[in-house]
T-cell receptor, first 114, second 111 residues
Framework: AQTVTQSQPEMSVQEAETVTLSCTYD???????LFWYKQPPSRQMILVIRQEAYKQQNATENRFSVNFQKAAKSFSLKISDSQLGDAAMYFC???????????FGKGTKLSVKP | NAGVTQTPKFRILKIGQSMTLQCTQDMNHNYMYWYRQDPGMGLKLIYY???????DKGEVPNGYNVSRSTTEDFPLRLELAAPSQTSVYFC??????????FGSGTQLSVL
């Protein structure tokens, strides 16, 4: 069975600095996708970034980028120039071809200090 | 464009009571989902639907029922509420697994 592990329950970053959130996963699938979702205090989750496993190039969305290490089964999220609005829970998620739903990690709570 | 709308936002139930959590989306998505989020845990899939009239169990379906009579609506029914069902419930919809759109959740307490 696929599993997603986020080993950092809480992280903190100074405004304008860079922070990296960790995620590891376990799967025997060869074709899969990885995601980072953000859950702000409003609770409504939104997609931050996704990565297709077959693509070697790391995905980037403005200040958000990933470091995808397929062999190590690692998928970290880097937030550059952190802003107060980045404070939220961040969930790593996995979707594999043979299963029909997203598998979520337990989340990392990110605090941004002014 | 409202997106995914869930009602109510908060609810307290007594053990053994029943209730329906409402979910509606205006994006014409075929896929709809119900998740529950327990403190310190990720989201667990309860039920999902790939289109009107088609539903299937997720990871934690026991104690819940769903129906999907229209593309827009996907209500979640709790028949005999138990304390173990205290959680935050999220409805989501999508065109595909590539991006889910979530509602703002229903916080349910069963006392």
């Amino acid at each position: 069975a696929q599993t997603v592990t986020q080993s950092q329950p809480e992280m903190s970053v100074q405004e304008a600095e860079t922070v990296t959130l960790s995620c590891t996963y376990d799967t025997s699938e060869s074709d899969y996708y990885l995601f980072w979702y953000k859950q702000p205090p409003s609770r409504q989750m939104i997609l931050v970034i996704r990565q297709e496993a077959y693509k070697q190039q790391n995905a980037t969305e403005n200040r958000f980028s990933v470091n995808f290490q397929k062999a190590a089964k690692s998928f970290s999220l880097k937030i550059s120039d952190s802003q107060l609005g980045d404070a939220a829970m961040y969930f790593c998620a996995f979707w594999g071809g043979s299963q029909g739903n997203l598998i979520f990690g337990k989340g990392t709570k990110l605090s941004v200090k002014p | 464009n409202a997106g995914v709308t869930q009602t109510p936002k908060f609810r307290i139930l007594k053990i053994g009571q029943s209730m329906t959590l409402q979910c509606t989306q205006d994006m014409n998505h075929n896929y709809m989902y119900w998740y529950r989020q327990d403190p310190g845990m990720g989201l667990k899939l309860i039920y999902y639907s790939v289109g009107a009239g088609i539903t299937d169990k997720g990871e934690v379906p026991n104690g819940y029922n769903v129906s999907r009579s229209t593309t827009e609506d996907f209500p979640l029914r709790l028949e005999l509420a138990a304390p173990s069902q205290t959680s935050v419930y999220f409805c989501a919809s999508s065109y595909s697994f590539l991006e889910l759109f979530f509602g703002s959740g229903t916080q349910l307490s069963v006392l």
